[in-house]
């Protein structure tokens, strides 16, 4: 069974400042993917990544596939970027689809 | 494009009744889809997952079920709610069996039993 850790598990942080969650798993997996829940309780998909580094807007994300770890970094940080982030590890089952398992979260709040 | 829905928003229900929430999505044929759990101050579980119309597979044995009566529809089932059953349930579908694709998530339904 795949364990996956989050770190930190809350976090405050101002305006402007870079943010770093960090995802650690403890079995080989097919992806791993930063989701992001907002407070109403909605989820998005931020990024789903196999190797290397991926950029979108503000948020990084990256993944060491041989230490078993992955990064998302939210720059130039925002208020509205408080939520909770949510690393979540893919694995492939023959004809059993694409199962998740989750990270406890990381809360971040933003303070103006 | 692809939509996900989820029905009702929130449902407050007493122990012992019977649940229904349905799932449904628009704009792709053939979706894995997926149902999970979130209680309270805890992490997301996976609950179900279905492959195919009528394939269900159990993550958590529990006293909930799920059938999938249509290609694009997903339902979360109880005969009798526990306590325990309260949380927030997500639905999720994503395309592609022996590959890896993003999952995407319905807006949720949170269930308080009382």
């Known amino acids: 069974k795949n364990e996956v850790e989050q770190s930190p598990q809350n976090l405050t942080a101002q305006e402007g400042e870079f943010i770093t969650i960090n995802c650690s798993y403890s079995?080989?997996?097919?992806?791993l993917h930063w989701l992001q829940q907002h407070p109403g309780g909605g989820i998005v998909s931020l990024f789903m990544l196999s190797s290397g580094k991926k950029k979108h807007g503000r948020l990084i994300a990256t993944i060491n596939i041989q230490e078993k770890h992955s990064s998302l970094h939210i720059t130039a940080s925002h208020p509205r970027d408080s939520a909770v982030y949510i690393c979540?590890?893919?694995?492939?089952?023959?004809?059993?689809?694409?199962?998740?398992?989750f990270g406890g979260g990381t809360r971040v709040l933003v303070k103006p | 494009s692809q939509t996900i829905h989820q029905w009702p928003a929130t449902l407050v229900q007493p122990v012992g009744s019977p649940l229904s929430l349905e799932c449904t999505v628009e704009?792709?044929?053939?979706?894995?889809l997926y149902w999970y759990r979130q209680a309270a101050g805890r992490g997301l579980q996976l609950l179900f997952y279905s492959v195919g119309i009528g394939q269900i597979s159990s993550e958590v044995p529990q006293n909930l079920s799920a059938s999938r009566p249509q290609d694009r529809q997903f339902i979360l089932s109880s005969k009798k709610l526990l306590l325990s059953d309260s949380g927030f349930y997500l639905c999720?579908?994503?395309?592609?069996?022996?590959?890896?694709?993003?999952?995407?998530f319905g807006p949720g339904t949170r269930l308080t039993v009382t």
């Open positions: 979540a590890v893919s694995y492939q089952v023959k004809a059993a689809g694409n199962k998740l398992t």
């Open positions: 999720a579908w994503s395309i592609g069996a022996l590959t890896y694709y993003e999952q995407y």
């Open positions: 704009g792709t044929s053939n979706p894995n």
């Open positions: 079995v080989g997996i097919s992806a």
